[in-house]
């Protein structure tokens, strides 16, 4: 029992070239600002059946370009690895968006907070889309291509997702394309249309018949070997062996040894590899058909060695009298598509200790399953219910926020917090707790806060630490900051230094006054070559005592003394003892801008967590991040004669 299911592939082989130039026209300003945020760490790059291809070639795009480290994952391998997520960023590729195998991976990967969420799809409105509208923090990529969707192979959406890919890092990096104008140009020069079939159809058919093909593959065409193998064995076109040239040597050898007649051998070969692939293929029996398929280096000929691959099966299916586009799908086949499973990624005694699992995960930089083999999870478990056990006691007169990242998230930095918000801080203040803003801004905060704060005794009573905590006032206060303070003299020299940067002159809009040096970071840029470049300055000078702090948009340089701390020590002069004071920030890890206010020992964070296991933790819901992670803990708070006490009742084990 079946059906047979997809698309013509000849017709789909003929739709390639207008797919490819839409790709080539698209805009990809969205994506490659995703690619940019991610360049400063490692990519898991996850995808399955056909789209396994588009993940092994970002895994070489994000190599290339950034020099990190990427791997490549199916969703049900990413569920059951026990690594950290936490400064990695995880890109999903997923053609129609609606594969079940990468919904259930998008649910269970946001319980372990990667630093990133991504996706790329070619079909606008997909199940993938609407799910990650659910995490704000999390961005899909969704393009409507002009073809219709794939057959049963990928095809046009393989295309599409590597050529919006290339050209996303090669914007996000600044370079000019490499593409050319016709995908044709690519896979072979000179050759067009039909007659590339018909090259291939020569030069292939006395190893396409044969039903077992090795591939060997070097750096440029490990994608392409990949999508050989998934697209010959879905196909049922071929058995396929992978290797590259040098572990075909380790004994793979030995199955044409006793196979030699029902096997072939395929190599996909740039100039890196050239010479030992040419070596290799001299040494086999001269009884096995080869083909050698050699391309340019770097990204085209990684682009053109996969377009090479998905010609391949047409000579294939052609020799073999199928359609690899139209294959008789057995009913056992479609019930194993649509099954449900996915790994238990957690030990069954933490099951119903969501929560606490979340928070451990963040806190540690373990997962779960990490920390049972280190046998430390009772001491994290005991941490953790000591921090709430002293966030429960506590009784807060004064609650010290974050600005950027904390009380707006980054989308909202230049429009202010959410209504939502803002009502809450409202609400507080009436009820008597001192409401504190320590901001690495300017005058800019008190002016979008006037705007939604009205009352000239919430005003009165809301006290803004500008520039890091340089100066302190309240909201109420017209003349704070002050207007163009001079640089405290510690910070000339090393601004001069800064300004004859040209890394950070041509990256950054660089302000100097008072007691701090800002940078406000351009969108494309890769920010952690600029924090190095500014810590290098910042080492080599002679002035001791400055910090160098970053958010999500900037990067700044303080001089000694300056400190968000700085507003703990002026609540304590208005009356408000330490441990009446709730700190809540987005960056506690240094050197984010928050590590020294989120260092207080009743301290909430929103996103980056310290190593400090006593404070600084993450407890918010493993769907929220930033403002709405704040939010959450706006409204686990319930004030009374003048007190706040914070209700972790939802969040115990």
Same mark, same amino acid.
């Given at each position: 029992?079946?059906?047979?299911?997809g698309?013509?592939?000849?017709?789909?082989l003929?739709?390639?070239?207008?797919?490819?130039q839409?790709?080539?026209a698209a805009?990809v300003?969205?994506?490659a600002?995703?690619i940019?945020?991610?360049?400063?760490?490692?990519?898991?790059?996850?995808? !399955?059946?056909?789209?396994?291809? /588009?993940?092994?070639f970002?895994?070489?795009?994000?190599?290339?370009?950034?020099?990190?480290?990427a791997?490549?994952?199916?969703p049900?391998?990413?569920?059951? *690895?026990?690594?950290s997520?936490?400064? &990695?960023?995880?890109?999903?590729?997923?053609?129609g968006?609606s594969?079940?195998?990468?919904?259930s991976?998008?649910e269970?990967?946001?319980?372990?907070?990667?630093?990133?969420?991504?996706?790329?799809?070619?079909?606008a409105?997909?199940?993938?889309?609407?799910?990650?509208?659910?995490?704000?923090?999390?961005?899909?990529?969704?393009?409507?291509?002009?073809?219709?969707?794939?057959?049963?192979?990928?095809?046009?959406? $393989?295309v599409?997702?590597?050529t919006?890919?290339?050209?996303?890092?090669?914007?996000a990096f600044?370079?000019?394309?490499?593409?050319s104008?016709?995908? /044709?140009?690519?896979?072979?020069?000179?050759?067009?249309g039909?007659?590339?079939?018909?090259?291939?159809s020569?030069d292939a058919?006395?190893v396409?018949e044969? #039903?077992?093909i090795?591939?060997?593959y070097?750096?440029?065409t490990? #994608?392409?070997?990949?999508?050989?193998?998934?697209?010959?064995?879905?196909?049922a076109?071929?058995? %396929?062996?992978?290797?590259?040239?040098?572990?075909?040597?380790?004994?793979?050898?030995?199955?044409l040894?006793?196979?030699a007649d029902?096997s072939a051998v395929?190599?996909?070969?740039?100039?890196q590899?050239?010479?030992? &692939?040419k070596r290799?293929?001299?040494?086999?029996?001269a009884?096995?058909p080869r083909l050698?398929? *050699?391309?340019? &280096?770097? +990204?085209?000929?990684?682009?053109?060695?996969? %377009?090479?691959?998905?010609?391949?099966?047409?000579?294939?299916?052609?020799t073999?009298?199928m359609?690899?586009?139209r294959?008789?799908v057995?009913?056992?086949g479609r019930?194993?598509?649509?099954?449900?499973?996915?790994?238990?990624g957690?030990p069954?005694?933490?099951?119903?200790?969501?929560?606490?699992v979340?928070?451990i995960?963040?806190?540690s930089?373990f997962?779960?399953a990490?920390l049972?083999?280190?046998?430390?999870?009772d001491?994290?478990?005991d941490?953790?219910q000591?921090?709430?056990?002293?966030?429960?006691?506590?009784?807060?007169r004064a +609650?010290?926020?974050?600005?950027?990242?904390?009380?707006c998230?980054?989308?909202?930095?230049?429009?202010? #917090?959410?209504?939502a918000?803002?009502?809450?801080?409202?609400?507080? *203040?009436?009820?008597?707790?001192?409401?504190?803003?320590?901001?690495?801004?300017g005058? !800019?905060v008190?002016?979008? $806060?006037?705007?939604?704060?009205?009352s000239?005794?919430?005003?009165?009573q809301v006290v803004l630490?500008y520039?890091?905590?340089?100066?302190?006032?309240?909201l109420?206060?017209n003349?704070?900051?002050p207007?163009?303070?001079?640089?405290?003299r510690?910070?000339? #020299?090393?601004?001069?230094? +800064?300004l004859?940067?040209?890394?950070? !002159?041509?990256?950054?809009?660089?302000?100097?006054?008072?007691?701090q040096?800002?940078?406000?970071?351009?969108?494309c840029l890769?920010r952690?070559?600029?924090?190095?470049?500014?810590?290098?300055i910042v080492?080599?000078?002679?002035?001791?005592g400055?910090n160098?702090?970053t958010s999500?948009h900037s990067?700044?340089?303080?001089?000694p003394?300056?400190s968000?701390r700085s507003?703990l020590?002026h609540?304590?002069?208005?009356?408000?003892?330490?441990?009446?004071?709730?700190?809540?920030?987005?960056?506690?890890?240094?050197?984010?801008?928050?590590?020294s206010l989120?260092?207080h020992?009743l !301290?909430?964070? %929103?996103?980056?967590?310290?190593?400090d296991p006593?404070?600084?933790?993450?407890i918010s819901?493993?769907?929220?991040?930033y403002?709405?992670?704040t939010?959450?803990?706006?409204e686990?708070l319930?004030?009374?004669?003048?007190?706040?006490?914070l209700?972790?009742?939802?969040?115990?084990p």
């Amino acid at each position: 029992m079946g059906a047979d299911m997809g698309r013509p592939y000849e017709t789909e082989l003929a739709e390639l070239e207008q797919t490819f130039q839409w790709c080539v026209a698209a805009n990809v300003d969205e994506l490659a600002g995703s690619i940019l945020d991610s360049a400063g760490g490692r990519m898991l790059a996850v995808g !399955s059946g056909g789209s396994l291809t /588009s993940a092994h070639f970002l895994s070489l795009l994000h190599s290339l370009f950034t020099a990190n480290s990427a791997q490549v994952f199916t969703p049900y391998e990413l569920l059951a *690895s026990p690594q950290s997520l936490h400064d &990695a960023a995880v890109l999903i590729s997923s053609a129609g968006g609606s594969n079940p195998d990468v919904l259930s991976c998008v649910e269970k990967v946001t319980t372990r907070y990667p630093r990133q969420l991504l996706a790329v799809t070619t079909r606008a409105s997909s199940k993938l889309e609407k799910l990650l509208q659910q995490f704000p923090w999390a961005r899909c990529h969704a393009y409507k291509t002009p073809v219709r969707k794939d057959g049963f192979l990928a095809t046009n959406s $393989l295309v599409a997702t590597i050529t919006l890919l290339i050209r996303a890092y090669e914007q996000a990096f600044r370079v000019p394309t490499c593409l050319s104008p016709n995908l /044709s140009d690519i896979v072979q020069p000179a050759v067009l249309g039909d007659d590339i079939l018909e090259q291939m159809s020569r030069d292939a058919t006395s190893v396409v018949e044969r #039903p077992t093909i090795v591939v060997l593959y070097g750096g440029d065409t490990k #994608p392409a070997a990949a999508d050989f193998e998934s697209r010959f064995v879905e196909a049922a076109l071929a058995n %396929v062996q992978l290797a590259d040239f040098r572990n075909f040597a380790h004994g793979r050898h030995h199955w044409l040894a006793q196979h030699a007649d029902t096997s072939a051998v395929v190599s996909f070969s740039s100039p890196q590899d050239d010479a030992v &692939a040419k070596r290799t293929l001299s040494l086999i029996p001269a009884t096995v058909p080869r083909l050698s398929i *050699s391309v340019q &280096a770097g +990204i085209l000929g990684a682009l053109s060695a996969v %377009v090479h691959s998905i010609y391949l099966a047409q000579v294939a299916g052609q020799t073999k009298q199928m359609d690899p586009g139209r294959p008789h799908v057995p009913t056992f086949g479609r019930k194993l598509y649509h099954l449900k499973g996915s790994p238990q990624g957690l030990p069954v005694d933490f099951k119903t200790r969501d929560r606490a699992v979340i928070a451990i995960e963040r806190k540690s930089g373990f997962s779960i399953a990490s920390l049972v083999q280190r046998n430390e999870i009772d001491g994290w478990m005991d941490l953790h219910q000591k921090f709430l056990q002293r966030l429960s006691d506590a009784n807060f007169r004064a +609650i010290v926020f974050d600005y950027d990242g904390t009380l707006c998230g980054p989308e909202r930095r230049l429009e202010g #917090p959410v209504d939502a918000i803002v009502e809450k801080l409202k609400e507080l *203040s009436k009820a008597g707790i001192t409401i504190a803003i320590a901001t690495g801004r300017g005058k !800019s905060v008190r002016k979008d $806060l006037q705007k939604r704060i009205r009352s000239p005794k919430i005003r009165r009573q809301v006290v803004l630490g500008y520039h890091n905590g340089a100066e302190i006032g309240t909201l109420a206060d017209n003349f704070c900051p002050p207007v163009d303070p001079p640089l405290r003299r510690q910070l000339k #020299p090393v601004l001069k230094q +800064i300004l004859d940067s040209p890394l950070i !002159s041509e990256n950054a809009d660089i302000q100097a006054k008072g007691g701090q040096i800002t940078l406000e970071l351009h969108e494309c840029l890769n920010r952690s070559s600029l924090y190095d470049e500014v810590t290098r300055i910042v080492a080599a000078s002679s002035q001791t005592g400055l910090n160098v702090v970053t958010s999500t948009h900037s990067i700044d340089v303080l001089a000694p003394g300056i400190s968000k701390r700085s507003v703990l020590k002026h609540l304590e002069g208005l009356g408000i003892e330490r441990p009446e004071i709730l700190c809540v920030g987005d960056r506690g890890n240094w050197p984010g801008n928050d590590a020294s206010l989120l260092s207080h020992p009743l !301290s909430l964070c %929103v996103d980056e967590v310290s190593s400090d296991p006593t404070t600084c933790w993450n407890i918010s819901d493993r769907y929220q991040r930033y403002d709405a992670a704040t939010l959450e803990v706006l409204e686990m708070l319930h004030a009374t004669g003048g007190t706040a006490k914070l209700d972790v009742t939802r969040i115990q084990p």
